[in-house]
Structure formats: structure tokens, C-alpha cells
């Protein structure tokens, strides 16, 4: 049952709502156009903010889903964090998109809203203020992260063992973005008008 449940997280993740998304209302491949990324910020630039935010949405429900389903099933806590960890896995290495997708901001989020929904919407909120301000998406993501860490968890009186998941959790992010660094760059070039 629990390897059945963790299977089921990441074949929802590995649902390629970005892909489809482009496919459908733009007619292109979203893993070959803007920055290569299959998520919702490349659909934000490459198709419209509008569909961006929309797969944002898809995506985010993603989480949360596999959060709920862990969460019913499973009850372990850890099982229930590799349920949301296999559900991001799938996101960023899509069996249906031969394990080239997303970073997986989105769908961390939803899985991290079901488990922590006011620390997690405080972490929005921060991330919107910081945006506003400064105008560049890793940046405001990378301190909202880090406020939510240090202060915000702390405030909600949560253990160090839930501290510590939610890090290990969000650090997959970080290594996802490392992973992909290259193929990113090659997309960009092979988009260049002055190849």
C-alpha cells in the first residue's frame, strides 16, 4: 500500500499541466521554447500571464492532492513528506515527458499548503510584497523562503523535525534548478536571434 501510494504521488506529479496547457492554447512545445522550464512561470512568458497563472493553479493542486492522499493513507509523518517528495520528483522528471519537466515551485507549494496552510500562505504573501519590490522571481523566492524559515516557523511553534523536512523538502528545488542549468542555457541559445 505505501509504495502504491507513493507511485500515485508521483504519477500526478508527472502530469504535465504546463505541456498540455501550451499544446492546447498556443500549439507549442513549452520544453522547447522561453527557457526550456515546464512550469507555469515559462507559460506566464511564452503563452500569456493569464494561462501562466492558470497552470500555476494546475500545478499547485498537484501538491496538495498528493499532501491529502498521503496524508489519508499513509499517516507516518515521514511517509507522508515522501509522498510530497515523490509528487515534486514527478513534477521535475514527468514519465510522460521522457523525465524532462519542472522545478516544481508550484507544486512544492500545494503539497507545503496542505501541510502548513497559514505558514504557507504568510510565505506567499512575503514572496508577493518582495516581487513587488524587486522585480526578479528567484531572488524574492530565495529570501521569501528563508524569512518563512527563520521567523515565521518559529512563531507557529513548529519542532525542528518539521523545520528540518520542510528544508530538506525545498532544498529538492534548489538541486532540481542546478540540474537543469544546462539544458536551460542550451534552449535560450537555440532561441537566440543571433545564433
Known amino acids: ?13 508527472s502530469i504535465p499541466n504546463a505541456f498540455i496547457v501550451s ?17 507555469a512561470r515559462n507559460v506566464w512568458h511564452v503563452v500569456s500571464p493569464f494561462w501562466g497563472i492558470f497552470v500555476f493553479f494546475l500545478d499547485f493542486l498537484k501538491g496538495l492532492i498528493a499532501f491529502l492522499i498521503s496524508f489519508y493513507f499513509l499517516k507516518n509523518e515521514n511517509l507522508i513528506w515522501l509522498g ?3 509528487c515534486v520528483l514527478g513534477h521535475g522528471f514527468p514519465i510522460f515527458l521522457k ?17 502548513f496552510p497559514e ?28 524569512l518563512t524559515i527563520l521567523f515565521i516557523f518559529p ?16 532544498l529538492w528545488l534548489g538541486i532540481k534548478r542546478l540540474i ?6 542550451e534552449i535560450k541559445l537555440s532561441n537566440s536571434p543571433h545564433k
Open 155 to 170: 512563531l507557529f511553534k513548529k519542532s525542528s523535525l518539521e523545520t528540518f523536512n520542510t528544508v530538506l523538502f525545498l
Open 23 to 39: 499544446k492546447i492554447i498556443k500549439k507549442v512545445d513549452i520544453s522547447k521554447v522561453g527557457e526550456g522550464n515546464v512550469g
Open 119 to 146: 505558514i504557507t500562505l504568510i510565505g506567499i504573501f512575503i514572496y508577493l510584497i518582495l516581487f513587488l519590490i524587486l522585480k526578479n522571481f528567484h531572488i524574492s523566492v530565495s529570501i521569501a523562503i528563508t
Open 180 to 185: 537543469d542549468e544546462p539544458y536551460m542555457k
Open 1 to 13: 500500500m505505501k509504495i502504491l501510494i507513493l507511485l500515485i504521488s508521483y504519477l500526478i506529479g
Open 99 to 115: 523525465f524532462r519537466g519542472g522545478k516544481g515551485l508550484a507544486t512544492a507549494t500545494g503539497f507545503l499548503f496542505g501541510k
Open 84 to 86: 510530497g517528495f515523490a
